[in-house]
């Protein structure tokens, strides 16, 4: 059984940095990582997306230039680097996973992920 543990959120003024952890346990080879988020109201929305093949990544427009996806295969741990944060980025964070071999265009799409860790909240504000 695969679990995910996402962490790291918090409260970061406007044009402030947070970095996300999402911890992997369980056994798994190949596959995908995404964030989504959702905030109050809103539809949940994908955010940001890895490969463990070959490091490819895909982002939300919404999020381009300024977050950052990365992950560390042998820890397990995937990472979303948030810079010149908006108070638009505010939302409940939620990292997933995908088992399978993806390379170039890793999924992005809520309804292609399997496995759910429980979110973590991210408040932009003065």
């Known amino acids: 059984e695969v679990q995910l543990q996402a962490s790291g959120g918090g409260l970061v003024q406007p044009g402030g940095s947070l970095r996300l952890s999402c911890a992997v346990s369980?056994?798994?080879?190949?596959?995908?990582i995404g964030w989504f988020r959702q905030a109050p109201g809103k539809e949940r929305e994908g955010v940001a997306f890895?490969?463990?093949?070959?490091?490819?990544?895909y982002y939300a427009d919404s999020v381009k230039g300024r977050f950052t996806i990365t992950s560390d295969n042998a820890k397990k741990t995937a990472y979303l680097q948030m810079n010149k944060m908006k108070p638009d980025d505010t939302a409940v964070y939620y990292c997933?996973?995908?088992?399978?071999?993806?390379?170039?265009?890793?999924?992005?799409?809520?309804?292609?992920?399997?496995?759910w860790g429980q979110g973590t909240q991210v408040t932009v504000s003065s």
């Open positions: 997933a996973l995908e088992h399978g071999t993806y390379y170039v265009n890793p999924p992005h799409r809520a309804s292609e992920y399997a496995d």
């Open positions: 369980g056994l798994i080879f190949d596959y995908a």
């Open positions: 890895i490969s463990s093949n070959d490091g490819s990544t």
